[in-house]
C-alpha cells in the first residue's frame, strides 16, 4: 500500500542519487529514475478500477499532529491522467534535457536534481488528500522552477525569475491563507482540526465565509495558469526559461492550478463557487479571446505557444467552472491534451530555433523541404494544438463547450468559440510560417537529429493514441467529476444537480435504489416542493460517497439523512 | 556582613563594568572587567553559589581574560577616536540602555513577585551548590544539555582554530572550498549582487565587479572558472 | 539580603552591557561588553536560584558560562582573522550587510 | 460480408494507404506510390460495391438501415458517443461517388503529378483526404461527422498548399482551413444545442425522436441549430458568405481541384442537409434560409464566373454556383435531386477539371485564359472533354447536367409560391451558366493557335524556360514544394486518358439513372431514406417539362450568346474581343463588381480579419506592455521596490545600528508588558 510514496518520492529519490554519481552520468542516472517512476505511474493508472472506491491505494499517516496535519495520498479519477501525465512531462523533459547541451553543462547536476525535486512536489500536488499536504507541495514545485530559471535562463532571466517568484508567491500565500482557514472554519466546535479533504467536504465550510476562501483560492490558481489579467509573468518566464524546463512548467504545472480547482476550491467551498463562478468564467473568457488575438501577432514563436496555452487554460477553466460533469470531465480530457500538444510543440520549436538561431518566426520558413518528418510531426502536434475535430483535444473541447452552454450560458460558449476559430489561425500560422513557405532568411532547414524525431514521435503518438481512444481517460474522470462538482451545482440550484444526476447513468442507478431511504429527507428538513425531489435525487445518488441536502447546498452525512427521515 | 559585602560588591561590579564600557583603552576596559567578574564572584558566594564562584573565576577570570588579554596584545590596543562616527547614535544607545535598565528593574521589582523582597529560604542545606549536587544534577537531569555544551565547546575550539590559523601555504590560489550551497546554486547566482548586475551573466559584456568577495562565475554559458568560495576572495 | 537587591545590580549591569555593545567601535570591546551582559544574566539566575533553593539553576549559569566561553573563542577568532586581512579593527568597518 | 463490415473496409482502407505510403515514403519511390493509393482506393470502391449489393439484398423496409458500432468513443456526464457508422442508401451513394471518383482521380494523378519531388506525399494525402471523406460520409452521429468535417479540411488544407513553397499556396490554405474551422465551430454549436434538446447525438436516435422533441411544427431551438449547423454546410460548401476561400483554393494541384473542390468535399454541405432532412423537414425557417442563400450563391458565383480570366477560378465558380443549385434543391425538400445533381456534377465537373489540368500542362502552368487560345487541333481529346462537360454543365439534353438539374429546379418549383421566383433564378443561373462555360471553351479552344498550341500540334510540348508561380510571377526551382518540371498532358499519358474517357462517358449517360417519370432507379433505392419526407414530391409533370423545355433553352441560348461574343470569327481566324471589351466598358462599375468578385474578400477582411489582428497588436504592443507590464506588474514592483528602498535605508551595514534596533526592540517590548500589567 506503500506504492503512491515510492511514485512519489522516486524522483526526489534520484535526483540526490544524481547528485551523488560523478556529474557525466548524472543524466543518465536521472532518465533511468525519470523512466522508472513513469513505468510506475503507468502500472498504478493500469491497476486503477474505474468503478472501484473514489480514493485508490490510500497511504494515510499522521504528519503534524499537533495541527492536524497528514500525510494521506490517494490515487482518483481526478488526478489518475494528470499524475501520468506529469510523469510522461517529466520523463519527456529529462530526456530532452539529458539530450540538450543542458545534459552536459558543468551544472548540469543541478537541472536534473531540480526537475527531479519537481517532479516529485508535482506528484505530491497532485496525490495529496490533504489540504495543507496539497498546499505545500504546490509552493515546492515552484521552487526548482525558479533555480532553473535563474540559473540556466536566457535574457533577463533574473528579473523574469522575480517576476515569477513574486506573483506566485503572492497567489501561494493567499492560498496558504484560505487553506488553514478553511481547515479551522470547517470543523466543529469541540472536533480536532482536520485538513483532510473529503472530511472537510463532510463538515462543511460556513457559507458566510466561501466567497472569500474562493477568491483565495482561484487567484492563486488562476495566476498558476496564468489568465488574464494577471499574466504579467508569463512573457518573461517563458521567454526565459529554457525550452525543455519550459514543456513541462507549461505542460503540467499549470495543469496542478486546473486540479487545484476541481479538487479543493469546487468542492469544499460549494457556495463560494456558485457566487463567484461568473468572475471566473468572465476571467476565462477573456483570457481565450485576449490570448489567441495576442497569439496571432506576435512573431516570436514560443510566445505563440505562451499565449495559446493562455487560451487552452482559458477553455479548460470554463470547462471546470460550468460545474457539469461533462465540462469537468473535459477539461479534465483537456489538460492532459494540452500538456501533451505543449510537449511537442516546444520541442519543435525547439528544433526550429536550433536551425535558426531564433525564435523569430520571421527567420523561419520552410523548414519542412529538407525535414519531411519533422514537418509531419510538427504538423501532428499543430492539429492537437488547434484542437482539430478527430484529436482528443476536439473531444476535450466539445465537452467543455456542451458543459458551458448547458452548465453557464449559450452566450459564453458561442464567444469562447470564437477562440477556436484564433486558435486555426495562430497555430497553422506558426507552422506555415516555420516550415512552409519560401526558406527564410536566416534558417537553415536540416531533418531532426534522430533523438529529437523519436523524442517528437512520443507526444505525437500519444496524441493519436489520444485521439483514437478518448474514453480512456475520461472514463475514470467521470465519476470523479461528477462528485467534485456535484455540490457546487446544488448550490447554484437544485435542479442542476438534478440534471447532472439524471445524466449519469451510474449516478442515477444509485438513485433508484436510494430513493425510498431518503425520501422523506427534503419534506422533513423543510426544503418543500421541488427542492424535496431534488433532495430525494441527489442524496440518493452521491449515497455512495457524499449526500447533498439541495436546500443548503453543503453535503450531508448519510447517517444525519436516515435520521431526519426518521424525524 | 552580608548586607556590607554585599553594597561592596555589588557597587564594584557597577563600577568596573560601567569602567569596562567606558574606558578607551581596550587594555584598561579589560582589566576593568576583571575587576567586575571577581566582584560578581563575590555575589555568588553570598547566593551559597560556591562552585559556581570557582568556575567564574577560573573560566573567566583565568581562562577568558588571558585570551582577551593576549588577543587585544596581538591585535595592538590602540585607543578608540574621540567621536564616534554616529554621535546620534551613540546618545540614543546611552538613553536606551538608561530606559531598559530602568524598565527592567522596575519589571523585576515591582512585579508583585513576594519573594524578591525576602532572601530565600533561611535552612537551606549543606550541599546547597556544592560541586557534588551540580556534578549530579549534570549527569542525571541535565546529562543531554551537558553533553550539548561540551559538544559546543569543541565546536568552538575547531572553529576558533580554523578561523584564526594562517593559510599562506596552506591553501593554494587553485584550490576552492565548496561550500554546501554550492550544491544548490552556484554563489551568488539569484542573489541581490546578480540581480543589480555585480556578477555579470555575460561575460562579453562589460563588467563591473563591486567587490571581489563573492567572485562567483557567471551562472550562463561563461566559461569562467568555476564558483569560488568567499573566504577565498577576501584575499 | 533580599533577591531584589541582587536582580537590580543585574538589571543594571545588563543596561551597562547593552549601552557598551551600541557604543564600542572596538570588535574585541564588543566581545566584552557581550560578556558583561551574560554576567548579569548569571546574577539574576543565580539570585533566583537562591530564592527558590534550587541547585537546577547554578546548572543554568554553568551553561552560560560554556555558551560564552564557546563565544568568546570564535568571536576573538574571528577578530585574530579580521585583523590579519584588514588594517582596521572597527566593526564600523564591516559594512558587507550595507543594503 | 454483411454491408457493414464492408463499409468499415471500406472506411479502412485508404487510411491503410495513407499510412504505409506516408511511414514509406522514402520506400515507394516514383509510380509505385501511385500505383498503391490508386490501387487502396479501387479497393475501397469495390468494397462499396459489395456494401451496395448487400443493401439491395435486403428487404427494402427498415433492414437497409444499418449502424454498426466499434466502441465507445466518449461516454460522459450525458454525452455518448460511439465509434459508429450509419450504413443506408443515402450513405451508399455518397460512398460510390467518393470512392469511384477519386479512383480515377488517383488514376489521373498518376500520369499527372509524374516528376513532381513530392508525388509519394500527395498520394499519402490524397489517400488521408478519401479516409476522411468516407469518416464524414459514414459517420452514424454528430460527432463523428464533424471528425470527418474536420478531417477533410486539414486534408483540403494539406493538399491545398501541397506546393508548400507558394507563398500564395500556404495563403490560400489558411484561409480555407480557417473558413472551414468557422463553419466546423457553428456544426459544434448547432449538435451542442441540438444534444441539449434531444439528448443524443446519435443520427438515428435524433431522427427518430425529433417529432416527439419538437413537434410538427419544429421550435426555435431546432431552428437556431439548423442555422449553426447550416452555417458549417456553407463553409464547406462554399455558399454565400463564407465561399472566398474556394476560388483560392485552386492553388492546389489540379486532380485536388477536381476532387476535393469539385466532385467530394465541397459537396458534403448538401450532404449533410440531406442526412439531417428529418429535422429540416421540422424547420421550414431553416429551409427558407437554406434555399435562399443557395440561389443567391449560385447566381453571384455565376456573374464572378462570367469575367475571371483564370482557367482554374472559373470552374471554381461554376462548382459554387452548381453548390447553389444542390443546396436549393435539398433546402427546398427536393433530397433526391440534390444527391442526383451531386453525383452528375461530380461526374463532368471532375471531367471538367482533370480536361483543365490537361491543358494548364500543355500551358506549363500556365493558368490565364487570355494567353490561350486555339487549341482545338492540338489537344483534339482535352477538347472532346471540354466539350462534354461543357455540354453536361450547361444542361444540354440528354447529358447528365440536363436531367439532375431540371429536376432540381422542379423540385423547387412544385413548392409553389414564392418558390417560383428560385426557380426563375434557377433557369437565369443555367443560362449564365451556359455562357460562362462556353466562354472558357470558346476562348481556349477557338481562335488563332498561341504558340504553345503551334508547338504541340508538332508533337512538342511547350516547356517554360523559367518556372513562375503562374499568380504572382515569382520565379520558382522545381525542388520539393514546387511544382515538379514534367508535364504530361491527357493526349499522351494513358492513365489521364483512362480516368477522364471513363468519366466523359458518366457525365454523357449519367443522366440515365433519374430520367423523371421514366427511369428512376436511384430515386427507388433513396426512398426508404426520405420516405419520412413529406415533400418527396412526385413532380408534377407539366412542371417538369416546362423546366426540361426552359432549362434547355437558357442552354443553349447561352451557348449561342458565348459563341456570338467569343467565337464568331469577324475576319479570318480573328476572335473579336470587341463585344466583350465594349460591354466592359458601358457597364464598367458591374463589371468591376464581377472583377472583384462583389468584393467579398474586401468587407471579410475589414470587417474581421483587419479588426482582430488590429486588436492583437495593440494588445500585444500597446496593451501587454503598458498596463501588463507597465501599470499591474510595474505598479507592484514599484511598490515592493519603494518599500524595498526604505528598508534598505535601515540595513546601514552597522553592527552597532543593529544591536541599536535589537535593544530599543526589547526596551519597547519589556514597556509594553509594564504597560500591560
Partial sequence: ??????????????????????????????????????????????????????????????????????????????????????????????VWAAMTPLGVDRRAKHVFFHLGIAQSAVLGALLAQDLILFVAFFDLMLIPFFFLTAQFGNGDRVPATIKMIVYTLVGSLLMLVAAIAVGVLATPPGAEVSYNIQEIAQRGVPEGSQGWLFACFAAAFLVKMPQFPIHGWLADGYKAMPLPVLAVFSGVLSKVAVYGFLQIAIPLLPQGTADLRWVVLIIAVVSILYASTVALTTFNARMVLAYSSVAQLGFITLGVMSLRPDGAAGALLQSVNHGVAVFGAFLAVAILGHRTGSEDLRDMGGAATKAPVFAVLFVVVTYAVLAMPGTANFVGEFLILRGTWEGSAPALAIVASIGVALAAVYALRLFIRSSHNRVGPVIQPREGARWELALLAVPVLLIIALAVHPQQTVEAADQAATRSVLSAAAAVSPDRARDILADDPSAQAAAEAAQSAAGGTGAAGGAGGAGAAGGADASGAAGAETAIDPATGQPVDQTAQTEGAGR | MDEILFFVAGIAAIVAAAGTVLLRNPFYAVLSLVVHLLSLSLLFLLLYAQFVAVVQVMVYVGAVMVLYVFVNAYVGGSEEPRGGSAPTLKMFSYAIAVTLAVTIGIAVLGTGLKAIDGAGPENIPASFGSPANIGELLLTKFLLPFEAASFLLLVAAIGAVVLARR???VLTGEERIVSAMDVLAPAGTGSMREGVGAINPNPGARSVRIAPSTGAGAPGESADPPARDTTEGTR | MSTGWYLAVSAIVFAIGAGGVTTRRNPLLVLVCLELMLNAGNLAIVAFARMHGATEGHVFALVVMVVAAAEVVVGLGIVVALYRNRVAVDVDELRELHG | MSPAEAAWIVLLLPLLGAVVLGLGFRVWRGITAGIIGTAAVGLAFVFTLITLFGLLGRDEEGTRQIASSLYDYVSVGGVDVKMEILVDPLSVVMLLVVTGVSTLIHLYSIAYMRGDAGYTRFFAYLNFFVFSMLVLVLAGNFVLLIVGWGFVGAASYMLISFWYRRTSATKAGIKAFVINVVGDVGLVLGVILLLKETNSVDFLDTFHSAKETFGEDGSGSLTAALLLIMVGAFAKSAQMPLHTWLPDAMEGPTPVSSLIHAATMVTAGVYLIARLHPLMELSPTAQTVGAIIGCATLLVAGTIGLVQTDLKRVIAYSTMSQIGYMIMGVSAGAYVAGMFHLMTHAFFKALLFMAAGSLISAMAGEQNMNKMGGFRKAMPFTFLAFV???????????????????????????????????????????????????????????????????????????????????????????????????????????????????????????????????????????????????????????????????????????????????????????????????????????????????????????????????????????????????????????AVRGASAVVRRLQSGYLRTYSAVVLTGAAVLVIYFLTQS
Fill in chain 1, 1 to 94: 500500500m506503500y506504492h503512491l510514496s515510492v511514485l512519489l518520492w522516486l524522483p526526489a529519490a534520484f535526483a540526490v542519487l544524481g547528485l551523488l554519481v560523478p556529474s557525466r552520468t548524472t543524466r543518465w542516472v536521472a532518465v533511468v529514475g525519470a523512466l522508472l517512476t513513469l513505468a510506475l505511474s503507468v502500472v498504478l493508472v493500469l491497476d486503477f478500477e474505474a468503478t472501484g472506491p473514489a480514493l485508490q491505494h490510500v497511504t494515510d499517516a499522521t504528519w503534524i499532529s499537533a495541527l492536524g496535519v497528514r500525510y494521506e495520498l490517494a490515487l482518483t479519477g481526478l488526478n489518475m491522467w494528470l499524475a501520468l501525465l506529469a510523469t510522461v512531462g517529466f520523463a519527456f523533459s529529462i
Fill in chain 4, 388 to 638: 462534354i462537360g461543357g455540354l453536361a454543365l450547361s444542361g444540354i439534353p440528354p447529358f447528365s447536367g440536363f436531367f439532375s438539374k431540371d429536376e432540381i429546379l422542379a423540385g423547387v418549383a412544385s413548392e409553389g409560391g414564392w418558390h417560383w421566383i428560385l426557380w426563375g433564378a434557377g433557369i437565369f443561373g443555367a443560362f449564365l451558366t451556359a455562357v460562362y462555360t462556353w466562354r472558357m471553351i470558346f476562348r481556349a479552344f477557338w481562335g488563332p493557335p498561341v504558340p504553345e498550341a503551334k508547338e504541340l500540334e508538332e508533337g512538342h510540348l511547350h516547356h517554360a524556360a523559367e518556372h513562375r508561380n503562374p499568380a504572382t510571377g515569382e520565379i520558382e526551382d522545381t525542388g520539393v514544394g514546387f511544382p515538379g518540371p514534367e508535364h504530361h498532358i491527357a493526349e499522351r499519358a494513358p492513365a489521364m486518358r483512362m480516368a477522364m474517357s471513363v468519366l466523359a462517358v458518366l457525365a454523357v449517360v449519367g443522366g440515365i439513372l433519374g430520367i423523371p417519370h421514366v427511369f428512376t432507379p436511384l430515386e427507388h433505392f433513396l426512398e426508404p431514406v426520405f420516405e419520412e419526407a413529406h415533400a418527396l414530391h412526385h413532380v408534377d409533370t407539366s412542371i417538369t417539362v416546362l423546366g426540361l423545355i426552359v432549362g434547355s433553352l437558357a442552354g443553349i441560348a447561352g451557348i449561342a450568346v458565348a459563341y456570338v461574343i467569343w467565337a464568331k470569327p469577324t475576319t479570318r481566324g480573328e476572335a473579336s474581343t470587341a463585344i466583350s471589351s465594349g460591354w466592359q466598358r458601358r457597364f464598367a462599375p458591374v463589371h468591376r463588381l464581377f472583377v472583384n468578385k462583389w468584393y467579398f474578400d474586401e468587407i471579410i477582411d475589414l470587417l474581421i480579419v483587419r479588426p482582430v489582428r488590429g486588436f492583437g497588436r495593440w494588445a500585444h504592443d500597446g496593451f501587454e506592455r503598458l498596463v501588463i507590464g507597465g501599470a499591474i506588474v510595474g505598479g507592484t514592483t514599484g
Fill in chain 2, 167 to 169: 593559510r599562506r601555504g
